[in-house]
């Protein structure tokens, strides 16, 4: 078999060698937003076998073994590591035209070596003990991993409640060659709609800020103390997923009164949960704004819309879709509200709708403060637009509606230390897509003019953007070792 993932992979032209080659190939990573564990991460666990690294926690391959028509003991269920391994790799073939094939290639050439094979239920058992042989090398821990794959920094993304024991064992560890950073995601604080759970989280933030919530007052204090503690372990960044953002006017004695309805158990109605939901939601934003951090708006989700399955497997198993919410008009006045009274942090803004590219894309132009470039970004395709398609209409839409040269790139947004190479797929697909236009006369074939806005977007606009250092980020010694021809 002729080799599947080779060097010049997605690349249709020479132009588009040129840059990824030249340029975007050997940059470090800097993966600002991930599900990734820090517990795994500090304690540079060693996994067993692939399924516990590769399979479990990803509902991009749930899904598709599900609608190839495995059975779910085979995916979530009982079965052993090997079986479900295997279930796995017979569904591989069935995935081609998905996004899927793609990545499961990538992911075993990079950093298994293995790109002689297709994984398939032929080749299972030797891919099965290849990959299973390497992760029990000391290169293959979780450090080790994050190594080899080049990552200057991540971002995980951690509950006001978590103590952040991980990442204070992380800092203290000074063998550890890259940086792991908390962000800060109070969306459980946001669900007053949600009954006992929102009590129980209440509960539990009361403890973990050590202040007894009986009121709205007091929610903000604890919200306040935790938003604190975490910019004292280098938090720079929040995070909320939210169906879209919420706008309603609310004066202080009625949310009073929403949350003690709620601390008494009685039933919350959408309007008094929006109310609630805005007034928190703006002030949570205010505390963004007090430390200089950075805010991210995961917008338009439908979330665990398979009710059977949310009793039978719970929440985030892979039955969430894409939404059709109204965002653009709540979402405008939302930052105009910050904007109005000079208090709108720096903020990037994700959707999941493909529908909502160009407004996404038009929607940054209106609060940028010609002071910080790229002060508000449109977030990297997300979800369910994480492919070549959505990808390559993610950038023109960017590039038509503003300024793609200061977009700060892809994270992995992944709970699988092997997802890495996704970002690999995300500068091919930009290096194709600016070598097709210079193929075209569309834009100069001048690879330092170009090169540069690739080397920006896949690298040093995020350093920029999270305020990595105050040096030019080409000086750092990790890429002045490079041998790009950028350097």
């Given at each position: 078999?002729?080799v ?5 992979f997605l690349?249709?032209?020479k ?18 937003h991930?599900h990734?564990s820090p517990r795994?991460?500090?304690e540079n ?11 479990a926690?990803d509902?991009?391959?749930?899904r598709a073994?599900?609608?190839a028509?495995?059975?779910e ?11 479900k ?10 995935t081609i035209?998905?996004?899927l094939?793609h990545w499961t ?10 790109s002689?094979v ?8 030797m ?5 299973n042989?390497c992760?029990?090398?000391?290169e ?23 103590s ?8 203290r560890d000074?063998?550890?060659p ?5 962000a800060?995601?109070?969306?459980k ?19 973990a800020s050590?202040?007894a ?10 919200l ?10 280098g938090?720079?960044?929040?995070d909320?997923g939210l ?6 006017d609310?004066?202080?004695?009625e ?7 709620a601390?008494?158990?009685?039933t ?13 939601l703006f002030e949570?934003?205010?505390?963004d704004?007090?430390?200089e951090?950075v ?5 338009g989700?439908l ?19 894409i939404?059709?919410?109204?965002i ?8 105009g509200k910050?904007?109005?009274?000079g208090?709108?942090a ?7 709708n493909?529908?909502?590219n160009?407004?996404?894309?038009a929607?940054?132009?209106n ?5 910080i ?5 449109y977030g990297?395709?997300?979800?369910f637009?994480?492919q ?14 503003g300024?793609?040269s ?15 190479p996704r970002h ?8 194709n897509?600016?070598g097709?236009?210079i193929?075209?006369?569309?834009i100069?074939?001048?690879m330092d003019l ?5 080397t920006?977007?896949c690298?040093?606009?995020i350093?920029?953007?999270l305020?990595l250092?105050n ?9 002045a070792?490079?041998?790009s021809?950028v350097?």
């Open positions: 078999m002729d599947f993932i080779t060097e010049d690349l249709a032209n132009a588009a060698m040129d840059l990824y080659h030249g340029f975007a190939e050997n940059l470090p990573i800097v993966d600002y991930c990734t795994e991460i500090a666990h060693q996994f067993a076998n692939m399924t516990q690294i590769w399979l926690g509902h991009y391959k749930w073994m599900r609608a028509g495995v059975p003991d085979r995916i979530t269920g009982g079965a052993s590591d090997w079986e391994f295997l279930a796995w790799a017979e569904t591989v073939p069935k035209g998905n996004p094939y290639h990538l992911e075993l050439k990079r950093p298994f070596g293995i002689d297709l994984l398939n239920g032929t080749t299972a058992q891919v099965w003990e290849r990959c042989a992760l029990a090398e000391k293959f821990s979780a450090q080790g991993i994050i190594r080899q794959m080049n990552v200057e920094l991540l971002c995980t993304t951690d509950d006001p409640i978590d952040l024991e991980f990442h204070q064992q992380l800092k000074t063998t550890c890259f940086r792991v950073l908390p800060f995601r109070a969306d604080a946001l669900d007053i709609d949600q009954g006992p759970a929102f009590l129980a989280y209440v509960e539990k933030l009361g403890v050590g202040i919530i009986g009121s709205y007052q007091n929610l903000l204090h604890a306040k103390k935790r938003h604190d503690y975490f910019h004292e372990q938090c720079r960044l929040s909320h169906e879209t953002v919420y706008v309603e609310c004066a202080e004695s949310l009073e009164s929403i949350f003690r309805r601390l008494s158990r009685k919350i109605d959408p309007l008094s949960a929006r109310k609630y939901k805005s007034a928190l949570l934003c205010l505390l704004y007090s430390k951090w805010q991210q708006f995961h917008l989700v979330r665990n819309v398979n009710p059977r399955r949310l009793r039978e497997l719970g929440l985030d198993t892979g039955f969430d879709t939404g059709s919410f109204d653009a008009q709540p979402l405008s006045a939302f930052l910050l904007d109005d009274r208090l709108l720096k903020t990037i803004i994700y959707n999941s493909p529908a909502d160009e407004m996404m894309a929607m940054i132009g609060f940028q403060d010609g002071r470039p790229g002060k508000i970004q990297g395709p997300w979800w637009m994480d070549k398609d959505g990808i390559e209409r993610h950038l023109n839409a960017l590039s038509n509606m300024l793609l200061q977009f700060i790139g892809m994270p992995t947004d992944s709970r699988s230390l092997l997802s890495y690999d797929y995300f500068r091919r697909v930009l290096c897509l600016l097709a236009e193929e075209k006369g569309l100069p074939h001048d170009v090169g540069g806005l690739v920006d977007v690298y040093r606009n350093r920029r953007y305020d250092a040096e030019d980020p080409m000086s750092s010694p990790r890429l070792s490079l041998t021809t350097v």
